[in-house]
């Protein structure tokens, strides 16, 4: 073989690795070539009663000789091969992921979309028909998969059909065909021209005015229970947060609703609340989904709303949650959605989102001020984080800078169409 087809610390090709019997009764596979991790051309050799033995005993030398002149013990990275199995590159990219996640490198909701979109669910509930990438590609071999006109190929078919689905595909194949990459497999990655798929527009819509009133005149006709909800909703209108960072809000996140000569309240987002799938309970993560945590300042309209409601709740701490449920826990995602779904039934409001309050907040800031960055601050994008800003001084005495749209917002109001603004409430 020649030298230069040999890689440092490889192992030999198994045709070299065949002892044979000699009549003494004893195996041996004598001075099989290869190259230490130093570089450095050595030989091993092994013996034993059986076949067995005499791998084992080789085996051992070859580990020791490999070593030689390095203080490399061991390759770095798991070895793979062109005709293995994709499903062999899944279950180890799924376990990466995992030590990722003990690391603090990635969230346990990210893993778990990972997973979800590379092996099939089990349970009554799983959808037969979602497409997965173990079922897609698992039987496949690297070697057949990893051509990037057979990976373009593949996200083009998907994004057809599910355009959120083929997205994340591309980034969970950008990080598998890396794995692979520095495996030695490729000298590029595959995945390098492939361009990545459009997300589509989703669910993205603003609600009109008019849907607006409806929407809040809905509320106490069909919810009778759910009292955090109207207060909820309006928050994310009023903000632009998203629906998580406002179930996770906390009352020391709200500054100035205890003073009442303070018109426009100060909101500290940084917080997010997640229900892992099949693993208990929700809980409030002090992470948003993406970016940085930021401060938003809040209309006059929901600054009274907000201190009505906290008179109220009357909460018996300022760490508590702004929005409990009514049996006094967090409010979950699942527990909102059922609420929102209560709401919207048989009615020409049914495509309603909790996240259209977001895109709301958004299309009407960017519409009153032409300026998309005004919008980009208000929903705490990075792009957006040297606009729209004023001076807010926190209970710390720090100086902090606070997205100010708040004059904006003012025309979202409910009571601008014609929709009573403090909610009646018997009781929390």
Request: charged residues 30%; hydrophobic residues 35%.
């Amino acid at each position: 073989m020649p030298q230069i087809r040999m890689e440092p610390g490889a192992r030999p090709s198994k045709d070299k690795l065949s002892p044979t019997k000699g009549s003494d009764g004893i195996w041996r596979l004598d001075r099989v070539r290869h190259r230490a991790f130093s570089g450095r051309y050595v030989r091993s050799s092994g013996s034993g009663a059986t076949r067995k033995e005499c791998l084992e005993d080789w085996e051992a030398n070859f580990e020791a000789n490999r070593r030689k002149g390095s203080v490399r013990t061991k390759p770095r990275r798991r070895q793979f091969e062109l005709t293995d199995k994709m499903s062999v590159v899944f279950a180890y990219y799924a376990e990466h992921e995992r030590r990722r996640v003990v690391a603090g490198k990635i969230t346990q909701q990210t893993c778990d979309s990972y997973l979800r979109a590379i092996f099939k669910a089990d349970g009554p509930r799983a959808d037969p028909n979602a497409i997965k990438l173990d079922e897609e590609l698992g039987d496949l071999t690297i070697g057949e998969v990893g051509k990037p006109a057979f990976l373009a190929d593949y996200l083009d078919d998907v994004a057809e059909c599910y355009p959120g689905v083929a997205v994340t595909h591309y980034v969970i194949l950008r990080g598998v065909f890396q794995i692979l990459t520095l495996a030695g497999l490729f000298d590029y990655s595959p995945m390098t021209p492939v361009p990545k798929p459009p997300a589509g527009k989703g669910n993205q819509r603003a609600l009109t005015a008019n849907e607006r009133a409806e929407f809040f005149d809905l509320i106490p006709k069909r919810l009778k229970r759910a009292k955090y909800f109207r207060p909820l909703c309006l928050t994310l209108l009023g903000t632009g947060i998203r629906p998580g960072e406002g179930f996770g809000l906390i009352w020391r996140d709200i500054e100035g609703l205890d003073d009442e000569t303070v018109e426009n309240a100060v909101i500290h987002v940084y917080a997010t609340v997640i229900k892992p799938k099949g693993r208990g309970k929700a809980f409030r993560q002090l992470r948003r989904k993406r970016g940085p945590g930021y401060y938003v300042t809040a209309p006059k309209w929901l600054t009274d709303e907000l201190r009505a409601w906290k008179r109220v709740t009357e909460p018996k701490s300022d760490d508590l949650p702004v929005f409990l449920s009514s049996n006094g826990n967090m409010v979950a995602p699942g527990t909102a959605e059922s609420a929102l779904s209560a709401v919207r039934a048989d009615t020409s409001l049914e495509w309603v989102t909790l996240g259209n309050f977001r895109d709301t907040v958004a299309t009407h800031i960017t519409g009153k001020t032409a300026d998309p960055a005004r919008a980009s601050a208000q929903l705490g994008h990075s792009e957006g984080s040297s606009v729209a800003k004023r001076h807010y001084i926190d209970p710390d005495g720090y100086i902090r800078q606070a997205v100010d749209n708040a004059d904006v917002l003012e025309d979202l109001a409910p009571a601008k169409v014609g929709t009573k603004l403090e909610f009646s409430l018997v009781s929390a």
